[in-house]
């Protein structure tokens, strides 16, 4: 199983712009859909986003449809998650995690391995 590493978090101002990195370890994603989720304050952790490696597919949960963007690099075997037009209630942790099934599937539970996740507070 690929463990993953989530980087890029911080504080942004309403309005603003962030790239969050999940970077694999001790294999490649070659084969795997990469995901990230957010978990805010007494939350579940939710589906935000979705690509398949292979094929470059992504999905989106709607909230995210047009701000936000997934994206691979192969040659740095990172995912990446650049989110535009941040809104105050994008403030989570965001967590990446990684699955050999195409499927997308939304539920955190379906996981078994999560990074540590990158804190994103969206505060002026």
């Known amino acids: 199983q690929v463990q993953v590493v989530e980087s890029g978090g911080g504080l942004v101002q309403p309005g603003g712009s962030l790239r969050l990195s999940c970077v694999a370890s001790?294999?490649?994603?070659?084969?795997?859909?990469v995901v990230w989720f957010r978990q805010a304050a007494g939350k579940e952790r939710d589906f935000v986003a979705h690509?398949?490696?292979?094929?470059?597919?992504?999905y989106y949960v709607d909230s995210a449809k047009g701000r936000f963007v997934i994206s691979r690099d192969s040659a740095n075997n990172t995912v990446y998650l650049q989110m535009n037009s941040l809104k105050p209630d994008d403030t989570a942790v965001y967590y990446c995690?990684?699955?050999?099934?195409?499927?997308?599937?939304?539920?955190?539970?379906?996981?078994?391995?999560w990074g540590q996740g990158t804190q994103v507070p969206v505060s002026s």
């Open positions: 001790g294999r490649a994603f070659a084969g795997y859909s």
């Open positions: 995690t990684a699955s050999a099934s195409n499927i997308v599937m939304r539920a955190g539970g379906a996981y078994n391995d």
């Open positions: 690509i398949n490696w292979d094929s470059g597919r992504t």
